[in-house]
């Protein structure tokens, strides 16, 4: 992790304007992609990934908006992954995501088109801001969605579910980490599902909103192939394990692991913002 950190200045001079792959650290890219594999496990599990992947793309040295894009290249790989896994397993509730779908696409797509047009130096105060807001907002929910309480569809929650499909995508879009947790929230509060099924409806509407933003994210230049590749194979890897953990032994088991990892992510965040 010290050289890791070492290297974090001098990256960010050279590296990341026109890379070739001779130029990639190997400790560095080793690194990312053991985060990758953790970060794609963890969200595939109960959301959050992006608290451990997008600092470490940060603290490999690329820009702001560079280290969204590439992460959310990377991030889509693992969460089309575990959409896979989730509606093998009869978790997607297709009658409901396709009310949602839309409205989550053009959040994500109204997202990037935010940040891609603000300040960078207010970019990463933002998503160290976010980071330690995700966390803490984990700790008091981790209760909730432990019992399977769908009564089925109805006006009122279909409503309030588009409204989240919206926000929750202009999110992702505009910084990304802990949407999953946000959604999976949102669906146990608004639906009464319980952790498994928030998450794999979740998962699907991540997937879209992922692939919303990696497109705008993508034609404006902001996505670093040459370390997002070998990352975003190494988080496919990570997300088939972490749902099938998730349909095995349940997110409650794994709740407090990503508790500890998200406050010890913004702590990080934080020490490498004043450095």
Do not use: W
């Not at 400790?27 to 053991?34: Q, T």
């Not at 940040?115 to 981790?142: C, D, P, Q, R, W």
């Not at 902001?222 to 997002?228: D, H, K, S, W």
């Not at 095995?248 to 407090?256: A, E, F, H, R, T």
């Amino acid at each position: 992790m010290t050289q890791f950190l070492q290297i974090h200045n001098n990256l960010a001079a050279n590296l990341f304007q026109n890379p070739t792959f001779h130029q990639i650290n190997p400790s560095v890219l080793i690194l990312l992609c053991v985060f990758g594999f953790i970060a794609a496990a963890v969200d595939s599990i109960a959301g959050g990934g992006g608290l451990i992947s997008l600092p470490a793309f940060l603290l490999a040295g690329l820009p702001a908006r560079l280290a969204l894009g590439t992460n959310k290249f990377c991030s889509t790989s693992g969460t089309l992954m575990s959409s896979f896994q989730y509606n093998k397993n009869s978790k997607i509730n297709f009658q409901l995501v396709k009310y949602l779908a839309p409205f989550t696409l053009v959040g994500a797509a109204l997202g990037v088109l935010t940040v891609l047009n603000i300040n960078e130096t207010f970019m990463h105060t933002i998503v160290l801001i976010a980071i330690l807001l995700v966390g803490i907002f984990s700790l008091l929910s981790k209760s909730r969605g432990l019992s399977n309480n769908f009564k089925g569809l109805t006006g009122k929650n279909i409503t309030l579910g588009i409204l989240l499909a919206f926000s929750i995508g202009f999110y992702d879009g505009f910084l990304g980490p802990g949407t999953g947790s946000f959604l999976i929230f949102g669906f146990i509060s608004i639906f009464g599902f319980d952790y498994i099924n928030a998450g794999g409806n979740a998962k699907f509407l991540n997937l879209v909103s992922n692939l919303a933003s990696l497109i705008l994210f993508a034609l404006n230049g902001q996505v670093n192939y040459i370390l997002g590749i070998p990352v975003a194979i190494c988080m496919i890897f990570g997300a088939r394990l972490g749902t099938k953990l998730a349909l095995l032994k349940g997110s409650k088991i794994i709740k407090p692991i990503f508790i500890t990892m998200s406050f010890a992510v913004a702590v990080k965040m934080l020490v490498s913002l004043f450095n």
